[in-house]
């Protein structure tokens, strides 16, 4: 039913289609955790996702910013000195993002439990 709601071409926008086009993706969630806890800068955000490339940082911090989830200060200094903070909208995100930590905590705990993880999927 769900699907199919989705798919008809209906003026009632889905809730889920409108929150992924803001934050769908494999970086997104990531970086508002990474800025929610301390590293607001671009090097220091790349140092906490190791696996994140220059450009493809630089292009979700450009999304983020244009979806109001993200402000970008400029420091008038030599060098510049960028900074990013999360919006209100941005904050709102954070039961999501935090929701989904607790999610993999636990899945990660109980993959070290096999008998947990089958409960896991039973509660699911």
Do not use: C
């Amino acid at each position: 039913m769900i699907f199919i709601s989705i798919m008809e071409n209906d003026s009632t926008p889905d809730p889920m289609i409108h929150a992924m086009a803001h934050v769908g993706g494999k970086w997104k969630l990531m970086i508002l955790y990474v800025i929610d806890n301390g590293s607001n800068r671009f090097g220091a955000m790349q140092r906490e996702i190791p696996k994140i490339t220059k450009q493809m940082l630089s292009q979700q911090l450009r999304l983020l910013e244009a979806d109001g989830l993200l402000k970008r200060k400029i420091f008038a200094e030599i060098p510049p000195r960028v900074e990013y903070s999360l919006t209100k909208r941005g904050r709102a995100l954070l039961k999501v993002v935090n929701a989904m930590k607790s999610w993999g905590e636990q899945d990660l705990a109980a993959a070290e439990k096999p008998e947990e993880k089958s409960q896991l999927a039973m509660d699911l």
